[in-house]
């Protein structure tokens, strides 16, 4: 019973994150997922939704994420190219070649790992967004397309499904889970105190920021 509450939960505060991200994109003119992290999670959402198929409440979960990432593709193909990208001169190409290397990737990481539930690979991939959601602020030096909200509740998302992990018979025995889960957490809280602290330097009330 709390596994099943973990999970739901975990899946509403990733849905509530992605909803804040694109009430924020919209309201900013920009997007609020960083390229590289926007096509792992693709990638890994379309996998578990389609080629993998997940079962019971992970396939309501794993549909809802994906049709929310969906349209956050749409605001970084509407508002990307006016980001600031010096070394690529061609925004869409070099948002094709990055899915298509993304998904590559993770195809043949579940294949190799017989990661057919998606655990190593959805925390693999959750580390290199939480690492890249703050590279995002700090390059950009501003919260467009953030909020305090979206950290925490991509964080409390996180937090949701790593502890659901208890109840996974391998978790306890693996180094490299155990990693992933702590260092996912120790980055998302960074984020979050970056988020904090750069609002605040902009004379922005973070609390009151949605």
């Not at 994109?25 to 379309?46: I, K």
Request: hydrophobic residues 55%; neutral net charge; glycine residues 8%.
């Amino acid at each position: 019973m709390l596994f099943s509450l973990l999970n739901v939960g975990s899946g509403i505060f990733w849905a509530l994150a992605y909803v804040l991200i694109l009430r924020r994109g919209f309201l900013d003119r920009t997007y609020g997922v960083p390229l590289v992290a926007l096509c792992g999670n693709l990638s890994w959402e379309f996998i578990f939704a389609v080629v993998y198929p997940s079962m019971g409440i992970h396939a309501v979960i794993n549909g809802v994420w994906l049709l929310l990432d969906c349209v956050i593709v749409y605001q970084v193909l509407r508002y990307g190219p006016a980001e600031d990208h010096p070394l690529f001169g061609r925004f869409y190409l070099l948002f094709t070649v990055t899915l298509c290397t993304a998904f590559g990737l993770i195809l043949f990481l579940i294949d190799e790992l017989q990661d057919f539930s998606g655990i190593y690979t959805g925390l693999g991939n959750n580390l290199l967004m939480s690492v890249l959601f703050s590279e995002m602020l700090l390059r950009r030096g501003s919260v467009r397309g953030q909020s305090l909200y979206i950290a925490l509740s991509k964080m409390i998302g996180t937090v949701l499904a790593s502890l659901s992990l208890l109840w996974w018979p391998h978790f306890l025995e693996s180094a490299l889970l155990q990693y992933l889960a702590v260092t996912v957490f120790l980055f998302d809280l960074v984020y979050l105190m970056l988020v904090y602290h750069q609002a605040r330097s902009e004379g922005i009330e973070p609390w009151k920021r949605v």
